[in-house]
Protein backbone atom coordinates (compact mmCIF):
# COMPACT_ATOMS: atom_id res chain seq x y z
CA UNK A 1 0.00 0.00 0.00
CA UNK A 2 1.81 3.34 -0.72
CA UNK A 3 1.36 4.98 2.08
CA UNK A 4 3.09 8.36 1.29
CA UNK A 5 0.53 8.88 -2.07
CA UNK A 6 -2.17 8.07 0.69
CA UNK A 7 -0.79 10.86 3.13
CA UNK A 8 -0.03 13.36 0.39
CA UNK A 9 -4.29 12.74 -0.95
CA UNK A 10 -5.69 12.89 2.61
CA UNK A 11 -3.86 16.19 3.18
CA UNK A 12 -5.11 17.57 0.21
CA UNK A 13 -8.51 16.11 0.85
CA UNK A 14 -7.71 18.12 4.03
CA UNK A 15 -6.63 21.46 3.51
CA UNK A 16 -10.07 22.58 1.35
CA UNK A 17 -12.35 20.91 4.03
CA UNK A 18 -10.51 23.09 7.05
CA UNK A 19 -11.28 26.16 5.15
CA UNK A 20 -14.85 25.25 5.35
CA UNK A 21 -15.13 23.90 8.94
CA UNK A 22 -13.10 26.96 10.15
CA UNK A 23 -16.02 29.44 8.28
CA UNK A 24 -18.81 27.30 10.10
CA UNK A 25 -17.71 27.74 13.29
CA UNK A 26 -16.86 31.49 12.69
CA UNK A 27 -20.34 32.76 11.83
CA UNK A 28 -19.40 32.46 16.29
CA UNK A 29 -17.11 35.47 16.98
CA UNK A 30 -14.12 32.85 18.53
CA UNK A 31 -10.51 34.01 19.40
CA UNK A 32 -7.85 31.45 17.95
CA UNK A 33 -7.31 28.84 20.37
CA UNK A 34 -11.31 28.96 21.23
CA UNK A 35 -12.00 27.77 17.60
CA UNK A 36 -9.27 24.96 17.91
CA UNK A 37 -10.99 23.83 20.78
CA UNK A 38 -14.40 23.97 18.52
CA UNK A 39 -12.82 22.37 15.85
CA UNK A 40 -11.37 19.46 18.25
CA UNK A 41 -15.14 19.27 19.39
CA UNK A 42 -16.39 18.78 16.40
CA UNK A 43 -14.53 15.79 15.93
CA UNK A 44 -11.90 17.80 13.76
CA UNK A 45 -7.95 18.13 14.84
CA UNK A 46 -5.78 21.36 13.64
CA UNK A 47 -2.48 22.41 14.31
CA UNK A 48 -2.01 25.69 15.22
CA UNK A 49 0.63 26.21 13.07
CA UNK A 50 -1.67 25.94 9.84
CA UNK A 51 -4.59 27.71 11.93
CA UNK A 52 -3.38 30.61 12.41
CA UNK A 53 -1.71 31.55 8.90
CA UNK A 54 -5.60 30.11 7.71
CA UNK A 55 -6.96 32.41 9.17
CA UNK A 56 -4.58 35.20 8.24
CA UNK A 57 -5.09 34.56 4.91
CA UNK A 58 -8.87 34.50 4.85
CA UNK A 59 -9.14 38.07 6.87
CA UNK A 60 -7.05 39.33 3.58
CA UNK A 61 -9.55 37.86 1.38
CA UNK A 62 -12.05 40.07 3.75
CA UNK A 63 -14.47 36.57 4.62
CA UNK A 64 -13.28 37.38 8.07
CA UNK A 65 -12.60 40.46 10.15
CA UNK A 66 -10.96 40.43 13.45
CA UNK A 67 -10.31 42.51 16.52
CA UNK A 68 -7.71 42.78 19.53
CA UNK A 69 -9.84 42.65 22.50
CA UNK A 70 -9.31 41.94 26.57
CA UNK A 71 -10.44 38.96 27.57
CA UNK A 72 -9.77 37.28 31.13
CA UNK A 73 -7.24 40.15 31.68
CA UNK A 74 -5.49 39.12 28.41
CA UNK A 75 -5.70 40.38 25.45
CA UNK A 76 -7.07 38.07 22.54
CA UNK A 77 -8.04 38.49 18.78
CA UNK A 78 -11.57 37.47 17.95
CA UNK A 79 -12.40 36.57 14.21
CA UNK A 80 -15.58 36.69 12.63
CA UNK A 81 -17.18 36.24 9.24
CA UNK A 82 -17.88 38.75 7.72
CA UNK A 83 -21.22 39.77 5.47
CA UNK A 84 -18.76 38.72 2.23
CA UNK A 85 -17.50 35.07 3.98
CA UNK A 86 -21.36 34.25 4.95
CA UNK A 87 -22.40 34.27 1.02
CA UNK A 88 -19.00 32.11 0.58
CA UNK A 89 -20.08 30.24 3.55
CA UNK A 90 -23.19 29.51 2.23
CA UNK A 91 -22.04 29.00 -1.50
CA UNK A 92 -19.42 26.44 -0.53
CA UNK A 93 -22.10 24.46 1.92
CA UNK A 94 -23.83 24.54 -1.45
CA UNK A 95 -20.84 23.06 -3.33
CA UNK A 96 -19.79 20.55 -0.60
CA UNK A 97 -23.26 19.27 -0.62
CA UNK A 98 -22.95 18.37 -4.61
CA UNK A 99 -19.98 16.88 -4.27
CA UNK A 100 -20.55 14.76 -1.01
CA UNK A 101 -23.58 13.38 -2.85
CA UNK A 102 -21.69 12.77 -5.92
CA UNK A 103 -19.03 10.62 -3.93
CA UNK A 104 -21.86 8.94 -2.62
CA UNK A 105 -23.84 8.38 -5.93
CA UNK A 106 -20.03 7.24 -7.62
CA UNK A 107 -18.26 5.20 -5.08
CA UNK A 108 -19.36 1.51 -5.14
CA UNK A 109 -19.81 1.47 -1.45
CA UNK A 110 -21.22 4.80 -0.10
CA UNK A 111 -19.44 6.38 2.71
CA UNK A 112 -22.26 6.20 4.74
CA UNK A 113 -22.92 2.53 4.61
CA UNK A 114 -18.89 2.00 5.49
CA UNK A 115 -19.26 4.28 8.46
CA UNK A 116 -21.99 2.18 9.83
CA UNK A 117 -20.19 -1.12 9.05
CA UNK A 118 -17.26 0.93 11.03
CA UNK B 1 25.92 26.79 36.47
CA UNK B 2 23.20 28.23 34.57
CA UNK B 3 19.75 28.66 36.15
CA UNK B 4 16.67 27.49 35.14
CA UNK B 5 14.89 29.69 33.34
CA UNK B 6 11.22 31.01 34.15
CA UNK B 7 7.62 30.18 32.02
CA UNK B 8 7.49 33.57 31.26
CA UNK B 9 11.11 33.55 30.33
CA UNK B 10 10.90 30.33 27.71
CA UNK B 11 7.36 31.62 26.14
CA UNK B 12 9.49 35.55 25.87
CA UNK B 13 12.58 33.51 24.23
CA UNK B 14 10.43 31.13 21.92
CA UNK B 15 7.78 34.47 20.96
CA UNK B 16 11.10 36.09 20.02
CA UNK B 17 12.80 33.60 18.23
CA UNK B 18 9.85 33.38 16.33
CA UNK B 19 9.37 37.07 15.52
CA UNK B 20 13.13 36.92 14.24
CA UNK B 21 12.30 34.21 12.14
CA UNK B 22 9.43 35.80 10.61
CA UNK B 23 11.58 38.52 7.87
CA UNK B 24 8.25 40.26 7.86
CA UNK B 25 7.71 44.28 7.85
CA UNK B 26 7.82 45.05 11.91
CA UNK B 27 4.07 45.89 11.78
CA UNK B 28 3.62 42.26 10.57
CA UNK B 29 6.15 40.98 12.76
CA UNK B 30 4.43 42.12 15.98
CA UNK B 31 0.59 41.46 15.21
CA UNK B 32 1.85 37.81 14.49
CA UNK B 33 3.84 37.50 17.58
CA UNK B 34 1.31 38.82 19.30
CA UNK B 35 -1.44 36.08 17.74
CA UNK B 36 1.08 33.56 18.84
CA UNK B 37 1.80 34.33 22.33
CA UNK B 38 -2.32 34.88 23.12
CA UNK B 39 -2.46 31.51 21.25
CA UNK B 40 0.77 29.84 23.52
CA UNK B 41 -0.83 31.42 26.99
CA UNK B 42 -4.24 30.25 26.23
CA UNK B 43 -2.88 26.39 25.63
CA UNK B 44 -0.61 26.84 29.18
CA UNK B 45 -3.50 28.52 31.02
CA UNK B 46 -6.07 25.36 29.48
CA UNK B 47 -3.08 22.93 30.98
CA UNK B 48 -2.46 24.25 34.41
CA UNK B 49 -6.43 24.59 34.90
CA UNK B 50 -6.62 20.81 33.69
CA UNK B 51 -3.93 20.11 36.18
CA UNK B 52 -5.28 22.05 38.98
CA UNK B 53 -1.57 23.92 39.35
CA UNK B 54 0.74 25.71 37.80
CA UNK B 55 3.15 24.42 35.06
CA UNK B 56 6.61 23.64 36.00
CA UNK B 57 9.41 25.04 33.77
CA UNK B 58 9.87 21.38 32.05
CA UNK B 59 6.41 21.22 31.26
CA UNK B 60 6.14 24.44 29.75
CA UNK B 61 9.45 23.38 27.74
CA UNK B 62 7.78 20.45 26.38
CA UNK B 63 4.71 22.17 24.80
CA UNK B 64 6.63 24.70 23.69
CA UNK B 65 8.59 21.94 21.84
CA UNK B 66 5.60 20.56 20.87
CA UNK B 67 4.54 23.86 18.89
CA UNK B 68 7.23 23.02 17.11
CA UNK B 69 10.66 25.02 16.33
CA UNK B 70 10.26 28.83 15.77
CA UNK B 71 11.65 28.59 12.45
CA UNK B 72 8.89 26.00 11.36
CA UNK B 73 6.21 28.52 12.76
CA UNK B 74 7.81 31.57 11.44
CA UNK B 75 7.65 29.64 7.65
CA UNK B 76 3.65 29.30 7.68
CA UNK B 77 3.46 33.03 7.98
CA UNK B 78 6.37 33.54 5.33
CA UNK B 79 4.51 35.82 2.91
CA UNK B 80 6.55 34.32 0.05
CA UNK B 81 7.81 30.55 -0.80
CA UNK B 82 11.62 29.96 -0.19
CA UNK B 83 13.83 32.24 2.26
CA UNK B 84 16.41 34.43 2.18
CA UNK B 85 20.63 33.40 2.04
CA UNK B 86 21.21 35.11 5.22
CA UNK B 87 17.99 34.49 7.95
CA UNK B 88 18.04 37.44 10.44
CA UNK B 89 19.31 35.11 13.06
CA UNK B 90 22.60 34.60 11.69
CA UNK B 91 22.64 37.90 9.78
CA UNK B 92 23.52 40.20 13.11
CA UNK B 93 26.90 37.44 13.05
CA UNK B 94 27.35 37.83 9.80
CA UNK B 95 26.99 41.49 9.41
CA UNK B 96 29.79 41.70 12.27
CA UNK B 97 31.87 39.63 10.89
CA UNK B 98 31.85 41.08 7.18
CA UNK B 99 32.62 44.49 8.86
CA UNK B 100 35.47 43.01 10.68
CA UNK B 101 37.07 41.38 8.37
CA UNK B 102 37.39 43.95 6.25
CA UNK B 103 38.29 46.78 8.70
CA UNK B 104 41.29 44.39 9.51
CA UNK B 105 42.00 43.45 6.28
CA UNK B 106 42.00 47.73 5.15
CA UNK B 107 44.25 48.39 8.17
CA UNK B 108 46.63 45.64 7.78
CA UNK B 109 46.71 46.97 4.12
CA UNK B 110 47.01 50.37 4.97
CA UNK B 111 49.91 49.84 7.43
CA UNK B 112 51.79 47.72 4.95
CA UNK B 113 51.60 50.03 2.42
CA UNK B 114 52.87 53.09 3.94
CA UNK B 115 56.07 50.86 5.48
CA UNK B 116 56.76 49.52 1.49
CA UNK B 117 56.37 52.38 -0.01
CA UNK B 118 57.62 54.98 2.46
CA UNK B 119 60.51 57.03 0.73
CA UNK B 120 60.77 54.48 -2.20
CA UNK B 121 57.65 55.75 -4.35
CA UNK B 122 55.71 58.61 -4.91
CA UNK B 123 52.59 59.43 -2.43
CA UNK B 124 50.35 58.94 -4.81
CA UNK B 125 50.96 55.24 -5.44
CA UNK B 126 50.28 54.47 -2.04
CA UNK B 127 46.52 55.38 -3.42
CA UNK B 128 46.50 53.54 -6.53
CA UNK B 129 47.88 50.42 -5.17
CA UNK B 130 45.54 50.90 -2.19
CA UNK B 131 42.33 51.79 -3.96
CA UNK B 132 42.82 48.63 -6.02
CA UNK B 133 43.27 46.13 -3.38
CA UNK B 134 40.19 47.80 -1.37
CA UNK B 135 38.06 47.66 -4.56
CA UNK B 136 39.13 44.00 -5.04
CA UNK B 137 38.76 43.05 -1.26
CA UNK B 138 35.18 44.79 -1.04
CA UNK B 139 33.83 42.41 -3.48
CA UNK B 140 35.75 39.21 -3.04
CA UNK B 141 35.63 39.13 1.22
CA UNK B 142 31.87 39.77 1.25
CA UNK B 143 30.94 37.34 -1.72
CA UNK B 144 33.42 34.61 0.64
CA UNK B 145 31.48 35.78 3.61
CA UNK B 146 28.35 35.30 2.11
CA UNK B 147 28.99 31.89 0.71
CA UNK B 148 30.51 30.43 4.16
CA UNK B 149 27.47 32.59 5.78
CA UNK B 150 25.12 30.64 3.44
CA UNK B 151 26.12 27.12 3.52
CA UNK B 152 26.12 27.89 7.59
CA UNK B 153 22.43 28.95 7.41
CA UNK B 154 21.71 25.87 5.30
CA UNK B 155 23.12 23.32 7.22
CA UNK B 156 22.16 25.17 10.58
CA UNK B 157 18.26 25.24 9.25
CA UNK B 158 18.35 22.05 8.42
CA UNK B 159 19.50 21.23 12.29
CA UNK B 160 16.92 23.19 13.88
CA UNK B 161 13.94 21.95 12.12
CA UNK B 162 15.29 18.48 13.47
CA UNK B 163 13.88 17.93 16.89
CA UNK B 164 16.99 18.20 18.42
CA UNK B 165 16.43 21.79 19.79
CA UNK B 166 15.48 22.93 23.25
CA UNK B 167 13.25 25.69 24.09
CA UNK B 168 15.90 26.66 26.93
CA UNK B 169 18.79 27.23 24.35
CA UNK B 170 17.12 30.19 22.30
CA UNK B 171 18.40 33.65 22.72
CA UNK B 172 17.57 35.93 25.10
CA UNK B 173 15.44 38.43 24.25
CA UNK B 174 17.98 41.46 24.24
CA UNK B 175 17.34 44.28 26.20
CA UNK B 176 14.35 47.33 24.58
CA UNK B 177 16.68 50.23 22.65
CA UNK B 178 14.82 53.58 22.40
CA UNK B 179 14.34 54.09 18.87
CA UNK B 180 18.20 53.22 17.30
CA UNK B 181 17.34 53.87 14.17
CA UNK B 182 17.18 57.54 15.45
CA UNK B 183 21.07 57.64 14.73
CA UNK B 184 21.73 56.68 11.64
CA UNK B 185 20.21 59.97 9.64
CA UNK B 186 22.68 62.01 11.76
CA UNK B 187 25.64 59.18 11.21
CA UNK B 188 24.13 59.73 7.30
CA UNK B 189 24.11 63.59 7.61
CA UNK B 190 27.68 63.69 9.10
CA UNK B 191 28.98 61.43 6.59
CA UNK B 192 27.73 63.35 4.01
CA UNK B 193 29.22 66.31 4.77
CA UNK B 194 32.26 65.13 5.27
CA UNK B 195 32.11 63.31 1.70
CA UNK B 196 30.90 66.73 0.54
CA UNK B 197 33.89 68.35 1.52
CA UNK B 198 36.64 66.02 0.58
CA UNK B 199 34.89 65.99 -2.62
CA UNK B 200 34.97 69.56 -3.29
CA UNK B 201 38.06 69.95 -1.86
CA UNK B 202 38.96 66.46 -4.56
CA UNK B 203 37.08 68.46 -7.78
CA UNK B 204 37.29 71.66 -7.21
CA UNK B 205 40.69 72.17 -5.75
CA UNK B 206 43.01 69.44 -7.37
CA UNK B 207 45.97 70.03 -6.13
CA UNK B 208 45.07 69.07 -2.67
CA UNK B 209 44.28 65.80 -3.34
CA UNK B 210 45.33 64.26 -6.54
CA UNK B 211 48.21 65.87 -7.13
CA UNK B 212 49.73 65.43 -3.77
CA UNK B 213 52.13 68.26 -3.33
CA UNK B 214 53.41 67.42 -6.79
CA UNK B 215 54.15 63.76 -6.30
CA UNK B 216 50.83 62.31 -7.58
CA UNK B 217 50.48 59.55 -10.47
CA UNK B 218 47.36 59.53 -11.20
CA UNK B 219 44.57 62.39 -11.41
CA UNK B 220 40.76 62.94 -12.26
CA UNK B 221 39.84 62.87 -16.27
CA UNK B 222 38.89 65.54 -17.95
CA UNK B 223 35.32 64.18 -17.82
CA UNK B 224 34.72 63.83 -14.47
CA UNK B 225 36.84 67.16 -13.88
CA UNK B 226 34.36 68.57 -16.34
CA UNK B 227 31.25 66.86 -14.00
CA UNK B 228 32.30 68.31 -10.63
CA UNK B 229 29.55 70.51 -10.15
CA UNK B 230 26.92 68.66 -10.95
CA UNK B 231 28.37 65.44 -8.79
CA UNK B 232 28.37 67.74 -6.32
CA UNK B 233 25.37 69.15 -6.31
CA UNK B 234 23.91 65.43 -6.55
CA UNK B 235 25.84 64.53 -3.50
CA UNK B 236 24.25 67.30 -1.74
CA UNK B 237 21.09 66.77 -2.45
CA UNK B 238 21.37 63.13 -1.55
CA UNK B 239 22.72 64.18 1.78
CA UNK B 240 20.06 66.70 2.09
CA UNK B 241 17.30 64.41 1.37
CA UNK B 242 19.00 62.29 4.34
CA UNK B 243 18.33 65.01 6.66
CA UNK B 244 14.94 66.02 5.72
CA UNK B 245 14.16 62.21 6.66
CA UNK B 246 14.35 63.64 10.18
CA UNK B 247 11.98 65.51 9.90
CA UNK B 248 8.04 66.05 9.03
CA UNK B 249 9.03 65.95 4.95
CA UNK B 250 9.43 62.26 5.66
CA UNK B 251 6.03 61.46 6.01
CA UNK B 252 5.33 63.49 1.98
CA UNK B 253 4.71 61.91 -0.65
CA UNK B 254 7.35 64.08 -2.34
CA UNK B 255 10.39 62.78 -0.51
CA UNK B 256 9.65 59.53 -2.72
CA UNK B 257 9.98 61.28 -5.74
CA UNK B 258 12.50 63.21 -5.33
CA UNK B 259 14.42 60.48 -3.62
CA UNK B 260 13.55 59.11 -7.40
CA UNK B 261 14.17 61.55 -9.00
CA UNK B 262 17.78 62.06 -7.80
CA UNK B 263 18.73 58.79 -8.02
CA UNK B 264 17.45 58.62 -11.74
CA UNK B 265 20.08 61.43 -12.39
CA UNK B 266 22.52 59.95 -10.35
CA UNK B 267 22.24 57.06 -12.42
CA UNK B 268 22.03 58.96 -15.69
CA UNK B 269 25.69 60.75 -14.67
CA UNK B 270 27.26 57.63 -13.60
CA UNK B 271 26.43 56.17 -16.97
CA UNK B 272 27.80 59.02 -18.24
CA UNK B 273 30.55 58.96 -16.97
CA UNK B 274 31.52 55.05 -17.07
CA UNK B 275 31.06 55.83 -21.13
CA UNK B 276 33.37 58.69 -21.02
CA UNK B 277 36.33 55.78 -20.17
CA UNK B 278 39.04 55.92 -17.77
CA UNK B 279 37.75 58.48 -15.22
CA UNK B 280 41.71 58.00 -13.62
CA UNK B 281 44.70 59.52 -15.69
CA UNK B 282 48.38 59.44 -15.63
CA UNK B 283 49.18 62.14 -12.94
CA UNK B 284 52.88 64.22 -12.78
CA UNK B 285 54.73 61.30 -11.24
CA UNK B 286 53.38 58.44 -13.77
CA UNK B 287 55.73 55.10 -13.49
CA UNK B 288 55.20 53.18 -16.68
CA UNK B 289 54.95 49.97 -14.96
CA UNK B 290 51.86 51.48 -12.58
CA UNK B 291 49.97 51.15 -16.18
CA UNK B 292 48.05 47.89 -15.07
CA UNK B 293 47.57 49.04 -11.63
CA UNK B 294 45.45 52.21 -13.03
CA UNK B 295 43.63 50.45 -15.77
CA UNK B 296 42.61 47.29 -13.39
CA UNK B 297 41.30 50.42 -10.48
CA UNK B 298 39.72 52.12 -13.42
CA UNK B 299 37.95 49.20 -14.25
CA UNK B 300 37.32 48.18 -10.74
CA UNK B 301 35.47 51.76 -10.55
CA UNK B 302 33.30 51.30 -13.77
CA UNK B 303 32.71 47.97 -12.05
CA UNK B 304 31.24 49.39 -8.65
CA UNK B 305 29.41 52.18 -11.06
CA UNK B 306 27.48 49.90 -13.21
CA UNK B 307 26.70 47.73 -10.16
CA UNK B 308 25.15 50.59 -8.21
CA UNK B 309 23.51 51.91 -11.35
CA UNK B 310 21.63 48.29 -11.39
CA UNK B 311 21.26 48.62 -7.86
CA UNK B 312 19.55 51.91 -7.79
CA UNK B 313 17.38 51.07 -10.75
CA UNK B 314 16.07 47.96 -9.06
CA UNK B 315 15.14 50.06 -5.96
CA UNK B 316 13.52 52.80 -8.35
CA UNK B 317 11.49 49.80 -9.43
CA UNK B 318 10.38 48.49 -6.53
CA UNK B 319 9.25 51.41 -5.03
CA UNK B 320 7.53 52.08 -8.38
CA UNK B 321 5.58 48.83 -7.82
CA UNK B 322 5.05 49.31 -4.34
CA UNK B 323 2.87 52.57 -5.53
CA UNK B 324 0.89 51.27 -8.20
CA UNK B 325 0.07 48.49 -5.53
CA UNK B 326 -1.12 50.96 -2.96
CA UNK B 327 -2.56 53.45 -5.70
CA UNK B 328 -4.72 50.26 -6.91
CA UNK B 329 -5.97 49.64 -3.32
CA UNK B 330 -4.00 46.03 -3.85
CA UNK B 331 -3.78 44.48 -0.25
CA UNK B 332 -1.05 42.02 0.39
CA UNK B 333 -0.31 40.07 -3.35
CA UNK B 334 1.60 37.32 -1.68
CA UNK B 335 -1.11 36.55 1.04
CA UNK B 336 -4.36 36.41 -1.54
CA UNK B 337 -2.30 34.11 -3.93
CA UNK B 338 -1.24 31.89 -1.37
Keep these: MNLDAFEHLRLELRRGCLVLAVLAELRVERHGYALVKALRDGGLEIDENTLYPLLRRLENQTLLASAWRVEDKRNKRFYRLTAEGRAVLAWLLEEWQTINSAIETLSEAPIAARRRKA | MS ?9 DRYIHAVKLMLMLPPDKMDDIAAEVRSNLESQLEDRAVTLGR ?36 LFPLYWFTLRAILASWVTIRVIVAVFVFQGTSPGGAILLHLGRDVLLAAIIIPAGITLLFASWEYLDLRFRLSEKWKPETLSPVPPRTPHPEKHRPMVHVIGGIAWLVFWALTLFSPRFFWVWGGRGVFSPSDALYAM ?27 RHLLRTAVVVVGVALAIGLVRTGDL ?7 IPTQA ?15 LACIGAGLDVLRRFIRVIRRGSGHPRTADSTS
Design chain 2, 3 to 11: RELTNQELL
Design chain 2, 54 to 89: ELRPDEVSAMLKQHGHPAKVALQYREQPGRGLISPT
Design chain 2, 228 to 254: RFPLWLLAFSWISLSWLGNTRFAASKW
Design chain 2, 280 to 286: LVAGPKW
Design chain 2, 292 to 306: KSLATLNQMIAGVLV
